[in-house]
């Protein structure tokens, strides 16, 4: 195993530059997305689907976007949890990015254990936003 690390050293620069690069946009992005939530967005039961776009072109490529951002935060929290970085928070921004069945249920979940919740709110009022509120 030792060797094959050696042999491939400069596959594990670029792993090492891959990773500080997550690291560091999600230091940028997390916090700008936890800003911009509406602070009722967990406050219902339920939450409504659907897209702002008509065009089903445009629609279908935002979609894709959103969730392959989302992936790559989902990705970078798991990393996160082992190695520095707000992990937990991260794997957060990327679920609400992605699109999947019993989605909010998770988040609501998430956000429910009061360490992510007081996190959150840190987060918000810093940025002089009204905390989030959950129902």
Known sequence: MFSWLL???ELMW????VSASAFF???????MIVIRLPSDYFSYRRRKSG???RHPALAAL???????LGLFFCVAGTV???FPGQGILT???GMILLDFPGKYRVERWLVGHASVLRSINWIRTKAHKPPITIE
């Open 91 to 93: 794997i957060l921004v």
């Open 14 to 17: 670029q792993l090492a530059a």
């Open 80 to 82: 996160m949890l082992v």
């Open 7 to 9: 042999g491939n050293e």
């Open 25 to 31: 946009a999600t230091l940028l992005l997390v916090p």
């Open 51 to 53: 897209t702002r776009f």
């Open 62 to 68: 935002l979609v894709t976007v959103k969730n392959l």
